[in-house]
Every structure is written in C-alpha cells, then in structure tokens.
C-alpha cells in the first residue's frame, strides 16, 4: 500500500525530462524540505518505470508518482512485474496514476477509453499489482466512478476548486483526491496570464479537458479564445498570498493532496523551477 502523499507535492515536467544529475539533486532538496510527493508525467510513454527508479535512488521519503503512466503505450503485466520486484519500502513509495491520454496522440489504437481503463486494472490486479497503488486521472463522471470502485482515488489535471467538489462528492469519504495545480509566481498580470497561456497552449483542443471545462461552466468561446477568466480559473498567479489561497480552495473543497505545478516559462531548465518550489516549501510546508 502507497504511504499517505502529505498535504503538499511538486509536479514536474522538468523532473522527468531535464538534466538527469540535476533532478536527482533537485529530488533529494524536495525530500529534505518535506514535499509529500512527487508527480513525474508519463502520456509520451518511454521508459517511464526506469525514470521512477532513478527518483526514488535519489529519495528516502517521499513518493514518486506518475501523473500520469499512459495505459495505451505500458503493458500492465510489465508494470506489475517493475512494481512487484522493487523492495517493500520502495513499493510503498511509488503511486501510480494512471490516464487514458488522447484519441489523436494513440491513433488507430484508440477503443472506449473507460473499458479500456477497467480492463487494463483488471490485467494489473490479475498480475499482482494491486488496486491501491494507484490512482486515475480521472474528469468524468464514469471515470470518477471506476477510480472509486477499483483504485485508491483520483489525480485530476487542469482542474478548478469546483472539480475537486465534485470529485470528493463522486468518491465520498475515504478515497484519495490529489489535483494538480499550476502556480505562476509572477505579479504582473499581462506576463503572469501569457506564462498560464503558454504552458495550456498544448491542451487547450484536446477533447478530454474541453468536455471537462464545459461541465464547469467555461462557454466555447472562453475555451477558445483562453479567456482571462479561465486562466485565472485553472492557475493561480500573483503573490504568494493568492496561491496559497487557491490552494485552501481545493482542501476546503475535499481535497487530500494537492501538487503543485510551477509554471516558469524556461523549458525543462531545474533550476528555474527549483527558486519556485523552494518559495512553495517556505510558504506551505
């Protein structure tokens, strides 16, 4: 069984795809500060597992999650065999979240996302992973539902305080909500929304997250035009004060855990991102 994540985590691009050396520094700093987890992407695939291994040799305390482990391009029987073959003490520190990703980034592949999902747990519980270490990204309702009924809770990305309600709503009491939340320390509003934007550029067509911000109450011409209103929505931005307050609204919205995402502008540069979460311990942990 995954250990508790804490209160707070780092997500990170750069923690997966920068300067190997520098992440393995980085890591340690975030474990030594007192991060609860951290969460590495994985929807491009390659060698996700071997990424883990490295982060958790870097770390002693805090679990390496996946936000998310593409279930179209890792088959669940090697994923079971990686996980069944680390030490108990590394087990317990790894959390997997897993996504359907998209239908144009899978190409021919693509079936019915959601039995798609059911049945790729069943393949990890049939292979001796089992159900509680891991986690959906999960924005539906029926995604919501399957993270219940078959995994330790949800990880949901580019999401508002409103969407952590529904999903605690969705899976009661005593299944982990973990959000992810992009921060920009910046405070200049025309700068700080132009970092937002950037970094949502990427997703803003992708069918998932448009259904998502719809049920939300975002009009097409808000997801179109990326409004300030749903940048100000899905980011949190200006002082410290605002981002710590953004971050309230997700734990007094059910949350469990919330990572945090901070958004520079400097590519996969770590040390960038590190000034950041050094400013993120300072004020939250």
């Known amino acids: 069984m995954t250990k508790p994540l804490g209160r707070i985590g780092v997500w990170s691009l750069e923690m997966r795809f920068g300067d190997k050396e520098q992440a393995a520094e980085a890591a340690a700093e975030l474990d030594e500060l007192g991060f609860g987890a951290l969460w590495v992407p994985g929807g491009v695939g390659g060698d996700v597992t071997g990424d883990l291994d490295h982060l958790l040799g870097a770390t002693s305390r805090m679990v390496i999650a996946t936000g998310i482990l593409n279930i179209w391009k890792h088959d669940p029987a090697e994923v079971a065999r990686w996980w069944l073959a680390l030490p108990q003490d590394r087990q317990e520190r790894v959390l997997l979240g897993l996504g359907v990703s998209h239908p144009h980034a899978i190409g021919d592949a693509w079936q019915k996302p959601l039995a798609k999902m059911a049945d790729y747990l069943s393949q990890l519980a049939d292979s001796g992973l089992p159900g509680d270490a891991t986690c959906l990204a999960a924005l539906g309702p029926k995604m919501l539902h399957l993270a219940r009924e078959r995994t330790s809770g949800v990880h949901p990305y580019l999401v508002t305080p409103e969407h952590t309600a529904l999903a605690r709503q969705a899976l009661g009491p005593d299944r982990l909500v973990a959000p992810e939340q992009g921060v920009v320390l910046e405070t200049e509003p025309q700068r700080a929304r132009e970092l937002a934007r950037k970094a949502l550029s990427q997703y803003q067509s992708y069918p998932n997250y448009i259904n998502s911000w719809k049920r939300l109450g975002f009009s097409d011409e808000e997801i179109a035009t990326v409004s300030d209103r749903l940048v100000d929505s899905l980011f949190a931005w200006g002082p410290m004060e605002r981002i710590e307050g953004r971050i309230g609204e997700h734990f ?24 950041g979460w050094r400013a993120i311990a300072k004020a939250l942990l």
């Not at 007094?252 to 000034?275: F, K, N, P, S």
Request: aromatic share 0%.
């Open 252 to 275: 007094a919205a059910g949350a469990d855990h919330v990572c945090v995402q901070v958004i520079t502008g400097a590519g996969l540069d770590i040390a960038a991102a590190r000034e």
